[in-house]
């Protein structure tokens, strides 16, 4: 037997290694597929596999490579990676050497998502001052999601085991997909009409592509005029959308929503145990203290002495009634003495000496007003000079061609001045 001809499995290998090395097209491939298997090496390699609906290829990207990268990769991820196909001798498995990768699709979605967001936070969409708070003790919650599925079925039976006095409303809507933003807003809208205490709305988690209706527009101003408080569940805890920041409050998850608006009832039921003993203490001290108070006002020396307390009484009215009588008597002698005084006064023994005296005190006073009245020397002649119903006092008051008025005893003359001249006290006049 020939055994030549037989290649041993490393001689194949290594050929076929040599092979793929020297294939000008598997030098640098664009592969797109979904993450699986995802580790990451303490030296910082990352070792996966790329998959599809078909296959499946092991891929490896060195740490060198993988601090470019500006997302963490991880199981699930969709991703677009450049690098080179080769064979992994040991294994005899061909793999890819990643180096470069990007998040499919996530470009463009991660550009529309922040700038919407910086547009709606613009606008005061998020500001703290609008959230409402959510009620402690909630009866009535509306739930936003799809009518099946994990989401639904953790937030009832959280609800149901936590707190089973709570009624819950279910909106169905539809979660993922084109025409979700629209049914998603019109829900939202409908609930707000039940007079509901709060809303959860969100679904299960999935890619960014399912999540993006929750990013939508139309989605995050519904949630910011609905009038009910409204809980953002979407995705999971790692997954941010802009309706958890629209949202009075945002869960990490579904589930994690439903524990946050209702309370545990074993929690209640701890708490009003709690408010029965504080309860039963308070009341049990409020009694204590007043028995005490009973007791103090039952040995005080008032109620065992009343008769005491009332010629205390007694002889404190006696010392009022004897200060009045005093005061008034006081008063009475003062206004007798006043009165006693004013009869003995000038003005009803001798009222007519105060007449005469009156009398004489009123003829001075008008023969002074007389002789100090300027009009009287109108009487011997004179004539007082005025100019615009002002007295005229001294020549440089007037001028040429002013009319100057002259007050006489029996009326006035009107003139105009022709010359002002000034002379002697003998010899003064004035042309007019």
């Known amino acids: 037997m020939n055994q030549s001809k037989y290649l041993t499995i490393g001689a194949l290998t290594k050929y076929l290694k040599y092979k793929f090395d020297h294939d000008e097209h598997l030098q640098k491939v664009y592969l797109k597929g979904e993450i699986s298997n995802f580790k ?24 060198s490579s993988a601090k470019k990268l500006n997302f963490h990769p991880k199981n699930g991820d969709k991703v677009l990676v450049t690098g080179r196909v080769t064979v992994y001798e040991i294994t005899g498995s061909y793999q890819i050497y990643v180096e470069d990768m990007e998040e499919d699709g996530i470009g463009n979605l ?27 003790i909630p009866t009535k919650i509306g739930i936003i999601t799809a009518p099946v599925g994990a989401a639904i079925k953790d937030i009832l039976s959280t609800i149901h ?7 819950t409303y279910l909106f169905p809507c539809l979660v993922q997909g084109e025409f979700a933003k629209e049914d998603i807003a019109k829900k939202i809208k409908q ?55 629209v949202a009075d409050l945002r869960a990490p998850t579904p589930t994690g929503a439903a524990e946050m608006v209702v309370p545990n009832r074993l929690d209640l039921q701890k708490m009003l145990y709690q408010y029965q003993i504080r309860l039963q203490e308070s009341i049990l001290k409020k009694i204590h203290i007043q028995k005490i108070k009973l007791d103090t006002l039952a040995n005080s020396f008032v109620l065992k002495n009343p008769s ?26 003062m206004t007798k003495n006043k009165w006693d005084h004013i009869k003995e006064s000038v003005i009803f023994k001798t009222p007519e000496v105060l007449y005469q005296k009156s009398q004489e005190q009123l003829k001075t006073a008008l023969v002074k007003l007389h002789l100090l009245n300027p009009l009287n020397v109108l009487e011997r002649g004179y004539a007082i000079p005025y100019m615009e119903n002002k007295i005229i006092t001294n020549l440089q008051e007037v001028k040429k061609g002013d009319l100057v008025s002259f007050q006489m005893q029996e009326g006035k003359i009107l003139s105009k001045v022709v010359e002002v001249k000034e002379e002697t006290y003998d010899e003064t006049r004035t042309n007019l």
């Not at 390699?45 to 790329?50: G, I, P, R």
């Not at 991660?110 to 402690?136: C, S, V």
């Not at 085991?161 to 009624?167: D, N």
């Open 40 to 63: 990451e090496h303490q030296t910082g390699h990352m070792y996966f596999s790329l998959k599809d609906e078909q296959s499946k290829i092991n891929a490896i990207m060195f740490a």
């Open 191 to 245: 609930a707000d009409q039940f007079h509901l205490d709060c809303l959860i709305v969100g679904r299960g988690g999935g890619s960014i592509e399912d999540l993006w209706p929750f990013n939508e527009e139309i989605v995050a101003r519904a949630i910011f005029a609905c009038q009910t408080p409204i809980v953002s569940a979407v995705g999971h805890e790692i997954d941010f959308t802009i309706a958890d920041f």
């Open 110 to 136: 991660y550009i529309a998502f922040e700038k919407l967001k910086k547009e709606l936070a613009k606008e005061g969409l998020f500001d703290q001052k609008y959230k409402k708070p959510i009620p402690k």
């Open 308 to 333: 005491f307390q009332y010629e205390t009484k007694k002889q404190y009215i006696d010392t009022l009634m004897e200060t009045l009588r005093k005061d008034i008597s006081y008063r009475l002698d």
């Open 161 to 167: 085991r936590r707190f089973p006095l709570c009624e």
